[in-house]
C-alpha cells in the first residue's frame, strides 16, 4: 500500500509560482511512475503532468506546457510541480497519483494509476 500525501498549495497571484509537493511512503517509490492531477471547481479531473521512473521520460497537458515542470527525488520519495507564470484558470486542487506498473513511459489515463493523496489546493487570483 502506498501513502501519498501532497503538500505546497496555497493562494498566490496571477504570474506567480508555487512548487508542490507529494511524498511517498509504504512502496519501491523508484520504480513506480507518477503523475499530477487537477480538479477546478464544477469540473472533471484532469492531467496536469506524469513523469517515468526513470526520470527521462516526462508528458505535460498543453495547457501547463512551458509553465510547470514535473521532477522527482527518488532519494527522498518526494514528487514536485514546480508551477510558474501561474493563471487563474490554474486554480483547482492538485492531486499526485501513482503508477505501480514500473511503465517507462507514464501514462495520462486516471485510470491507470493505482494510489491518489488527498490534494492540495491551488488559488490563482487574477
Known amino acids: 500500500q502506498v501513502q501519498l500525501v501532497e503538500s505546497g498549495g496555497g493562494l498566490v497571484q496571477a504570474g506567480g509560482s508555487l512548487r508542490l509537493s507529494c511524498a511517498a511512503s509504504g512502496g519501491t517509490f523508484n520504480i513506480y511512475a507518477m503523475g499530477w492531477f487537477r480538479q477546478a471547481p464544477g469540473k472533471e479531473r484532469e492531467f496536469v503532468a506524469a513523469?517515468?521512473?526513470?526520470?527521462?521520460?516526462?508528458y505535460y497537458a498543453d495547457s501547463v506546457k512551458g509553465r510547470f515542470t514535473i521532477s522527482r527525488d527518488n532519494a527522498k520519495n518526494t514528487l514536485h510541480l514546480q508551477a510558474n507564470n501561474l493563471k487563474p484558470e490554474d486554480t483547482a486542487v492538485y492531486y499526485c497519483?501513482?503508477?505501480?506498473?514500473?511503465?517507462?513511459?507514464?501514462?495520462?489515463?486516471?485510470?491507470?494509476?493505482?494510489?491518489w493523496g488527498q490534494g492540495t489546493q491551488v488559488i490563482v487570483s487574477s
Open positions: 513523469i517515468g521512473w526513470t526520470d527521462h521520460i516526462r
Open positions: 497519483a501513482c503508477d505501480r506498473s514500473t511503465r517507462i513511459y507514464p501514462s495520462r489515463l486516471q485510470s491507470e494509476y493505482n494510489y
